[in-house]
């Protein structure tokens, strides 16, 4: 375990505590999903896993999510009857530009296929054994979208808790914190476990932003 390097004489939960007070949103609640083991919002997760997949800044992903749900896109179905054109739009009023029109049809072919394989009801993915294999069926999902996926969804499916992938350890490396699941969960309580990886991977995107935790921290 790392006692000390760069946290300023700050204590392990002072700085875990500092980084939920300054960066512990998840990117769901960002986004503006009331994340709840139902067809919707799971939906809308793997849609944002999809976008922060994307090579984009993370803000802009989040952003074009919010767009998409505000526009209607709230579950596969509506998904799937929009038009192309109009998954176009929203993603571009989000700021994901570059890339709108490839994914504007990848998130139509997911939409198509969360309705035909799991009749729109994403719980069922719940059940595929490994649930990995299972999310990199869907067009645009990665190794790095299957991570966005887990890292979130360990809030409504707790027996994929703690999910903690190379981006969250290397979050905790820059903040002097423990890089073993084990020890670092125990520095919260269960729920917020989410919160805890997200502000790690905001830190590991973000030297200022580690800095500035750090700083808050040792106050």
Same mark, same amino acid.
């Given at each position: 375990m790392n006692s000390g390097s760069g946290r300023s004489g700050a204590s392990e939960k002072e700085t875990v505590r500092a980084l939920l007070d300054r960066a512990g949103q998840t990117y769901a609640a960002q986004a503006g999903i009331r994340l709840r083991n139902t067809p919707g919002p799971l939906f809308q997760l793997l849609v944002l896993s999809q976008l922060l997949s994307g090579r984009i800044r993370a803000d802009a992903a989040v952003a074009s999510a919010r767009e998409l749900f505000d526009a209607g896109m709230r579950d596969a179905k509506r998904m799937a009857e *929009?038009? $192309? &054109? &109009? !998954?176009?739009?929203?993603?571009? %009023?989000?700021?994901? !530009?570059?890339?709108? +029109?490839?994914?504007?049809? #990848?998130?139509? &072919?997911? *939409?198509?296929? /969360?309705?035909? %394989?799991?009749?729109?009801?994403? %719980?069922?993915? !719940? +059940? !595929?054994?490994?649930? *990995?294999?299972?999310? #990199?069926?869907?067009?645009?999902?990665?190794?790095?979208? /299957?991570?966005?996926?887990? #890292?979130?969804? &360990? *809030? /409504? $499916?707790? +027996?994929y808790a703690p999910h903690m992938d190379a981006k969250v350890r290397d979050g905790a490396q820059r903040l002097g914190l423990p890089r073993s699941p084990g020890p670092l969960t125990r520095l919260v309580g269960r729920e917020e476990v989410p919160r805890l990886t997200a502000g790690l991977v905001r830190v590991a995107l973000d030297k200022r932003l580690a800095e500035e935790v750090r700083s808050l921290a040792a106050r």
């Amino acid at each position: 375990m790392n006692s000390g390097s760069g946290r300023s004489g700050a204590s392990e939960k002072e700085t875990v505590r500092a980084l939920l007070d300054r960066a512990g949103q998840t990117y769901a609640a960002q986004a503006g999903i009331r994340l709840r083991n139902t067809p919707g919002p799971l939906f809308q997760l793997l849609v944002l896993s999809q976008l922060l997949s994307g090579r984009i800044r993370a803000d802009a992903a989040v952003a074009s999510a919010r767009e998409l749900f505000d526009a209607g896109m709230r579950d596969a179905k509506r998904m799937a009857e *929009a038009s $192309w &054109q &109009q !998954r176009v739009d929203a993603l571009g %009023r989000g700021g994901y !530009r570059r890339y709108d +029109e490839s994914t504007a049809t #990848r998130l139509g &072919q997911t *939409a198509e296929k /969360v309705l035909e %394989r799991y009749g729109g009801d994403l %719980r069922r993915l !719940r +059940e !595929r054994h490994p649930i *990995a294999e299972a999310l #990199r069926e869907f067009p645009g999902i990665g190794p790095m979208g /299957v991570d966005i996926f887990l #890292r979130e969804v &360990q *809030a /409504v $499916w707790p +027996e994929y808790a703690p999910h903690m992938d190379a981006k969250v350890r290397d979050g905790a490396q820059r903040l002097g914190l423990p890089r073993s699941p084990g020890p670092l969960t125990r520095l919260v309580g269960r729920e917020e476990v989410p919160r805890l990886t997200a502000g790690l991977v905001r830190v590991a995107l973000d030297k200022r932003l580690a800095e500035e935790v750090r700083s808050l921290a040792a106050r």
